[in-house]
């Protein structure tokens, strides 16, 4: 067999974002956008000693990509099948599906989008450097060739944990300041998990199945997906790290797309809230169409890690969440399916815990009423959920019932500590 060379060198430079993503965060026009290096070299020329230029303007082409990253060498072989096949099927079908939900509007349904989209997340998250890093410390192989191979073998493994997120698509258009990307760019964050923590430290991320724990993975320069465990919705008074109900990865879940939030309208402030968090967990490099975007650092008052939004800068809206959520399913040969809103199944522990359901209403229709208190009658995002469209408001006899339960909390809370 006659190897062609030019074919194989053609794979050899690996982006780990790929170009067609990167593009998504150009302006109309733009040929080259803003890539800041977090740590730049120190070079030692002549006896002198310099750091390399932070800053650089250059096109997607010589961004986010690392030479030979997916090649694997065997002896003095070297194969890019990795790169041609198996990334390369799942960015020609990610394409399409992160369009989708770029321009998602209900009642749109794509099963294809929805799969597609899961699965370009959970391989972009692994791809990265720190995602291959990360890999590294789990398998402990100290063998490039075989975290790659692992890697195909967990392409899932965050799918169905996302499955069961409540989704929201908040939009940025009303923002003269949009998302900027990273080298990392399905971002994990966890109020309690400040960047310099164990948690996420190197090639750490907070583990997504941490109730408090939110993904994000921004679809262009506009509209950003946000991914939420239900569980911290339903009570983000509890502890911050404690894992949701039903960690296990892998397994089935079942994806309700009237559940998908949107109408969410972003400000300025929020949108360098999400760009600081971006910049914060990015493993080297970040990049955006204008420069100022890449420090945002620079006009946010404060960006405590907790604190963001007053503690909920990415949480969905609450209003638009209730209690119960089984799924039933019927087949046509007359077998049946049930999961629980956790994805517990009949016979397994937790689908129904009455005391866990007990605690998460109470706690719901506390957070709606202080959320409301917070936010004021105009929803920050609605769901399709009974035929409902947005933006929606709170009619005015609904927030003052909210206003007044808030008020009884306090009030509560009050006497308790007396």
Known sequence: MVIDMAEVTKYKHNHYVPEWYQKRFMAPGQKAYHYLNLKPEVVTNNGHRYTRRDLELWWPRRCFAEDDLYTTKWGTSENT???????????????????????????????AAFLDLVRYMSVQKLRTPKGLGWLGQISRSNDRNL?????????DLFCAIWTECVWQIADATQSSVKFIISD?????????????????????????????????????????LILTNLSWIRNPYQKETALRPNDNFFRAAIFNYTDIQIFRSL?????????????????????????????????LRSDHWRHLG???????????????GEVYIGYKDGSSAAFSEYGHRPW????????????????????????????????????????????????????QHDLTEAKAYRAADRKRRR
């Open 81 to 111: 099948d990795i790169e041609q096949f198996f990334f390369g099927a799942i960015d020609r079908k990610g394409k399409p599906a992160v369009e989708f939900f770029d321009g998602f509007q209900h009642p749109s349904a794509d099963e």
């Open 147 to 155: 975290d790659l191979i692992f890697l195909q073998d967990l392409q």
């Open 184 to 224: 990392h760019p399905v971002t994990v964050y966890n109020r309690a998990c400040f960047p310099q923590s164990a948690f996420c430290k190197g090639f750490n991320d907070p583990d997504i199945r941490f109730v408090a724990s939110q993904t994000y993975f921004p679809l262009s320069l506009d509209k950003v």
């Open 267 to 299: 400000s300025e402030i929020e949108v360098l809230q999400i760009n600081s968090i971006t910049k914060r967990r990015a493993f080297r490099y970040v990049a955006g169409a204008e420069k100022d975007w890449l420090y945002p650092e620079r006009y």
């Open 310 to 324: 007053k503690g909920y800068l990415l949480m969905p809206e609450p209003r638009g969440i209730y209690m119960g």
């Open 348 to 399: 397994q522990d937790g689908y129904k815990d009455e005391q866990r359901t007990r605690m998460e209403a109470r706690s719901l229709e506390r957070f709606k009423a202080e959320f409301a208190q917070m936010q004021g009658p105009a929803w920050r995002g609605s769901s399709h959920k009974f035929g409902r469209s947005g933006p929606y408001i709170d009619p005015a006899q609904f927030h």
